[in-house]
């Protein structure tokens, strides 16, 4: 009687896939004890949202040069020029 009492209990502790950022995760994860692993996995998310990061900053970049273009009234096109040659040859 107390393992039906407890597999019950194991089914209502379970988490549920729930939604994060509109989108439904997946399979909840392992529990982890191992401060090792921990470490780990926390360094690995790190590493990510670095990356993420740096994407993004390129992206903003990038469209800030070609609103900066566009302000000047330069086509696109020469402002990919521009920038290619360096900051040396804009001032001349």
Same mark, same amino acid.
């Given at each position: 009687m107390a393992e039906?009492?407890?597999t019950t209990q194991n089914k209502t502790n379970q988490a549920k896939p729930g939604k994060v950022n509109g989108k439904t995760?997946?399979?909840?994860?392992?529990?982890?004890?191992n401060p090792n692993e921990v470490a780990q996995?926390? *360094?690995?998310?790190i590493d990510q949202v670095n990356s993420k990061k740096d994407e993004l900053t390129i992206a903003v970049k990038a469209l800030a040069d070609i609103r900066l273009a566009l302000a000047q009234g330069q086509p696109l096109g020469s402002a990919k020029?521009?920038?290619? *040659?360096?900051?040396?040859?804009i001032d001349s």
């Open positions: 039906a009492a407890g995760q997946g399979k909840p994860g392992r529990v982890i004890s996995l926390v *360094m690995m998310r020029s521009t920038k290619s *040659m360096g900051s040396d040859s």
